[in-house]
């Protein structure tokens, strides 16, 4: 069964600290890793990654995938408060025309003033 | 700026009663998700479109839930009897099946009391 686990849980930072978020996953036919926002509602895109070793980066965020190791890490620089929100990892597989997303329970990020 | 919508946004209802739920993908897209949410079991799949054709409704309770795309801009969720235990946050996502990242609705909040 397909499996993506997040890790820390929950993580309680300053403002200006960096943090790391983690996830690792299991699934046949991978096909990409996303990254997801959550704060009141909808979860909104941050990151689509497919190939290992490639960094994305918008402003102070930034991911790479390790498709060898089989994990993904979530980094956000000089945090905001506005960052607190639950950061969702989902893992696409299955083959061309047929993907579907395993998503993990997220972790949940409080940034204090 | 094209956006999923959901409706209605929040829900309440007794025990019993029929629920359904309504979603407009954004236009052009050709995948309809429908994704549940709770605090214990975070974001599960219930049913996955393509071409307004049901491909994997496997994580759906089949005796009281269905999904149905009667066209193209339309995609409901429909609950029947609906139960206490069926409270939880239901999101719509739509996308292009060519790629693996999914736009997600705001969501209707369910409560059955």
């Known amino acids: 069964e397909d499996k993506v686990v997040q890790s820390p849980l929950s993580l309680v930072v300053h403002e200006g600290d960096t943090v790391t978020l983690n996830c690792s996953y299991e699934v046949t036919n991978f096909r990409s890793l996303l990254w997801y926002k959550q704060e009141k509602k909808a979860p909104t895109f941050l990151f689509m990654l497919?190939?290992?070793?490639i960094e994305k980066k918008s402003g102070r965020l930034s991911s790479i995938l390790d498709k060898k190791e089989l994990f993904s890490i979530l980094n956000i620089t000089a945090t905001q408060t506005g960052d607190s929100a639950v950061y969702l990892c989902a893992v696409a597989s299955g083959d061309t025309g047929f993907q579907k997303l395993v998503f993990g329970t997220g972790t949940r990020l409080l940034v204090s003033p | 700026d094209a956006r999923v919508t959901q409706t209605p946004r929040d829900k309440v209802t007794e025990m019993g009663q029929e629920v359904t739920m309504r979603c407009q993908p954004i236009l052009g897209h050709n995948t309809v998700f429908w994704y549940r949410q709770t605090m214990m079991q975070g974001l599960e799949l219930l049913a996955y479109?393509?071409?307004?054709?049901?491909?994997?409704d496997s994580g759906m309770p089949k005796d009281r839930f269905s999904a149905e795309m009667p066209d193209a801009t339309l995609a409901t969720l429909k609950i029947q009897p609906s139960e206490p235990r069926d409270s939880a946050v239901y999101f719509c996502?739509?996308?292009?099946?060519?790629?693996?990242?999914?736009?997600f609705g705001p969501g209707t909040r369910l409560t059955v009391l």
């Open positions: 479109f393509r071409n307004r054709a049901p491909l994997d």
């Open positions: 996502a739509s996308g292009l099946s060519s790629l693996s990242k999914q736009f």
């Open positions: 497919t190939s290992s070793g």
